[in-house]
């Protein structure tokens, strides 16, 4: 599924999920609002944890969340909203290479309506194929052996999701 909808499936102009008005599909304002935006790579064992700067323009690992259970991870996640007074969270959503939403994906999907329950900020999904590959590489590029690349991968693919984001949010804007 791509990130952008065609003219035809898009909603009507200013109504909620219409891109041109900047409203997602609760009809929450995508980037009227100034601050920084949380950047989410939810994996099986961890959560990686990117934020913006305040002028949304650079996105930078943070940590990752060792998953307990869902209430507590989702509890860091809240919290991470509040320490860095976020204005919304983007989420990674894992599509095939083809495009199509796997098990992976319909996990994430469901995961990302359980924090649009709990969390007080707009919450936003971007395409997020291959990060891991790219954080990986850049990781490598950087001198990271295999070991040290476990310790900061999930930070750094929550990262290159955001900023994949961010950029295509100032091309929209």
Known sequence: MPDVAPISARPPAGAPGDPVTGHDERGFPLLTSPGRILGLDLGARRIGVAVSDSDRRLATGVTAIVRQDPAADHQAV????????????????????????????????????????????????????LTTVQ???????????????REVIDQQAAAELLQ????????VF
């Open 78 to 129: 809240a919290a991470f909203v509040a320490d860095y007074d976020a204005t919304a969270v983007v989420v990674g959503m894992p599509l095939s290479l083809s495009g199509e939403r796997g098990p992976a994906a319909r996990a994430a999907a469901d995961e990302v309506g359980r924090l649009r329950a709990v969390l007080d900020v707009p919450v936003h999904t971007v395409d997020e194929r």
């Open 135 to 149: 954080a990986a590489s850049g990781l490598r590029a950087a001198g990271r052996r295999s070991r040290q690349q």
């Open 164 to 171: 994949t984001w961010l950029e295509r949010q100032r091309a």
